[in-house]
């Protein structure tokens, strides 16, 4: 459904992203593995239209996507959430979760619908409850991520990217953004799942691409690699340091 190939992205000095080619599947949960720096975030925003390639090409249902800006890919169905919080902190719960469409839409949402539609996202993952109508900046950090994956969800995105959404959440609403994650997947929706937790990428994902120095070195189905093997393609210092004590 999605293939990036070739993509490069310097930073100055630094190279982000190089070579990078991945093709991901409709209806899967394709995780993203790589340590601090390896490039993640980069390919999180290539993929959403705040950075561009300095080289190669993003295909999207095998043909070239041009792309542009972030308008361009949410059009096309591309929804991310970002690793850094961004709620509009001023504005109640409802609004931000409504922004997500009220860009979309060339008419909002009725005011009377407003409220049930927001909860009703909500809803859908979140176990901690959520004043809607407070104002979003003064939520604990962990609920503003369940308002800002509610902006992403309340689109119905084909495709979903979530760049280490989970570290801010307690238990159970980690455990219930996950089985949302699978349920959009059983639907057929491609979700980028970006994390560094091993415990997460054994149980969640259907495929493991491996990010290094801005390289991918590795993709692969789950099951074809133990957590050891997959922690030693992304840090091979850190493995070889834990394997001899
Ligand atoms: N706007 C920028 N300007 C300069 N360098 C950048 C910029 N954004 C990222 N980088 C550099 O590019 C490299 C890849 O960064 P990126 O944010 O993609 O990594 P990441 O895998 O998401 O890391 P983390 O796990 O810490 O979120 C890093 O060396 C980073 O310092
Ligand atoms: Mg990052």
Not at 148 to 157: F, G, I, K, S
């Amino acid at each position: 459904m999605l293939e990036v190939r070739g993509i490069a992205k310097r930073y100055g000095e630094t190279v982000a992203l190089a070579e990078a080619s991945i093709a991901f599947r409709a209806g899967t949960i394709h995780t993203i593995l790589g340590e601090n720096g390896s490039g993640k975030s980069t390919l999180v925003k290539l993929l959403s239209g705040i950075v561009r390639p300095d080289e190669g090409a993003i295909l999207l249902d095998g043909k070239p996507f041009a792309g542009g800006g972030p308008a361009a890919f949410q059009a096309a169905g591309f929804a991310t959430v970002f690793q850094e919080v961004l709620v509009a902190p001023d504005r109640s719960v409802t609004d931000n979760i409504l922004l997500g469409l009220d860009g979309l839409l060339s008419r909002t949402v009725p005011r009377g619908e407003r409220r049930s539609r927001a909860e009703a996202v909500l809803k859908r993952f979140a176990v901690t409850g959520i004043a809607l109508d407070q104002a979003a900046g003064q939520l604990p950090l962990a609920a503003q991520q369940l308002v800002v994956l509610a902006r992403a969800v309340v689109r119905n995105p084909r495709i979903l990217i979530l760049d280490e959404v989970t570290a801010a959440l307690d238990f159970a609403d980690r455990e219930a953004v996950f089985s949302l994650m699978r349920q959009l997947a059983g639907q057929g929706c491609l979700i980028l799942f970006i994390t560094h937790r091993m415990d997460e990428v054994m149980t969640l994902s259907d495929r493991i691409s491996i990010l290094r120095g801005g390289r991918v070195v590795a993709t692969q189905e789950r099951g074809a690699a133990t957590a050891a093997e997959l922690l030693k393609a992304m840090a091979p210092q850190t493995a070889a340091e834990l394997a001899h004590g």
